[in-house]
């Protein structure tokens, strides 16, 4: 009976550990959202904060890619109606470590070129940063209306290849999403 009441007391002093070492990692955030308008587009500044865990800066070392996908929609306020949906967007962002070269390189959806960084610190804040995404035009919005957008973030598991998902089920712990942030504007020329 007592080695019973041990083994419980100790799997709950356990389970407690990894349970308060969960809780106290840091949530991703989406934060310092800006919509602005430039020519005929309305484009959209962030960033996210404590978007990288220790474990997937050690994946992007060992080779592995790290995925971030970004969705944002932009939302007319209409009072006793649903609100009317102006656009959505996704946005893919891939960063991957080149052992050769010792580099990191950042690609996005569309971008000819990925862009390359010497630090992984510097390829971090690229990966998080969305710096003038053109997310609607401007002849979509009236003016002197209110609107909203909506901006969340996904960061995707590590992609392993050949089915060795199925091997290292620890990647799945990786997946992380941050919560929608609602960011309001009125549209005036």
Not at 33 to 38: E, G, M, N, P, R
Not at 77 to 96: C, G, Y
Not at 123 to 129: C, E, I, P, Y
Not at 157 to 180: G, I, K, Q
Request: without cysteine; proline residues 4%; aromatic residues 12%.
């Amino acid at each position: 009976m007592k080695k019973i009441s041990l083994l419980t007391t100790v799997a709950l002093i356990l389970m407690t550990a990894v349970l308060a070492t969960a809780a106290a990692t840091a949530k991703p955030l989406i934060r310092d959202i800006l919509v602005t308008t430039k020519g005929e587009q309305v484009l959209l500044y962030g960033k996210i904060s404590d978007g990288f865990t220790p474990d997937m800066s050690a994946a992007v070392m060992a080779g592995f890619p790290v995925q971030f996908t970004f969705y944002a929609g932009i939302y007319q306020e209409r009072s006793f109606w649903f609100d009317r949906r102006i656009s959505d967007i996704e946005i893919n962002r891939t960063l991957k470590y080149d052992n050769l070269k010792k580099t990191f390189q950042v690609s996005s959806d569309g971008g000819s070129e990925p862009a390359v960084f010497q630090t992984l610190g510097d390829a971090k804040v690229a990966m998080s940063d969305l710096n003038g995404f053109p997310v609607a035009s401007v002849k979509a919005l009236s003016k002197n209306t209110e609107y909203y957008m909506k901006v969340m973030a996904k960061l995707d598991r590590v992609r392993l290849p050949l089915r060795l998902e199925y091997v290292f089920l620890f990647v799945s712990l990786w997946d992380l999403e941050t919560p929608w942030h609602t960011y309001r504007f009125i549209y005036r020329e």
